[in-house]
Every structure is written in structure tokens, then in C-alpha cells.
């Protein structure tokens, strides 16, 4: 079993910088893509970024230049820097951690909510 810990969430005006981090820790596992996403109230949860074990990164196209998603695997966490955030920003944010071994499961962490106000 992997447990997912969020932190970073919080309310900011627009312009404003927020930085996410997630902690994965359990039994020995080995992780693959991590990702972060976010539900707005009233909206289905949408992808915002992912980063893969090589590194290579993707994001929602609403977020591109101003979301930077990294991992440290030594200390398997995923973070997200956002700089230059909006109202439409304000969701909670889930992270999810890919987990390849042993065996193949996706696990959750609990939301952080983060509100941007104009």
C-alpha cells in the first residue's frame, strides 16, 4: 500500500505563486508517471501535468509557461510550481502516483485546495 500526502494548497490573489508537493511513502515500490490534476466545483477532474520516469513532461494547454511539474525520486515526491495564477486556477488538486512495482496500480492523494482570488 502507497499513501499519497499533498501540502503547498492555500488562497493567493491572481499573479500570485503557490507550490504543491506530494510525498509517497509505504513498502518498497518503484514509481513510473507522476501527475497532478484538479477538479473546479461543478467540473469533472481534468489531467494539469505529468512527469515521466525519464522526465519528460506534459501539461494542459490552459497552464503551459506558467505550471512547472518535477519529481525527486530519492525522496519520491512530485511538485508543482505555479507562478502567474487566475481565478479559473481555483480547483482542489490531486496527485497521483503510478506505482510499476510491484505490480500496476494508480494511487490518489487527498486534495489540496487552492483558491485564486481577482
Known amino acids: 500500500q502507497v499513501q499519497l500526502v499533498e501540502s503547498g494548497g492555500g488562497s493567493v490573489q491572481a499573479g500570485g505563486s503557490l507550490r504543491l508537493s506530494c510525498a509517497a511513502s509505504?513498502?518498497?515500490?518503484?514509481?513510473?508517471?507522476m501527475s497532478w490534476y484538479r477538479q473546479a466545483p461543478g467540473k469533472q477532474r481534468e489531467l494539469v501535468a505529468s512527469?515521466?520516469?525519464?522526465?519528460?513532461?506534459s501539461y494542459v494547454d490552459s497552464v503551459k509557461g506558467r505550471f512547472t511539474i518535477s519529481r525527486d525520486d530519492a525522496k519520491i515526491l512530485v511538485y508543482l510550481q505555479m507562478n502567474a495564477l487566475n481565478p479559473d486556477d481555483t480547483a482542489v488538486y490531486f496527485c497521483?502516483?503510478?506505482?510499476?512495482?510491484?505490480?500496476?496500480?494508480?494511487?490518489w492523494g487527498q486534495g489540496t485546495q487552492v483558491t485564486v482570488s481577482s
Open positions: 512527469i515521466t520516469r525519464s522526465g519528460s513532461t
Open positions: 497521483n502516483v503510478e506505482v510499476v512495482l510491484p505490480g500496476r496500480r494508480n494511487y
Open positions: 509505504g513498502r518498497t515500490f518503484v514509481v513510473g508517471t
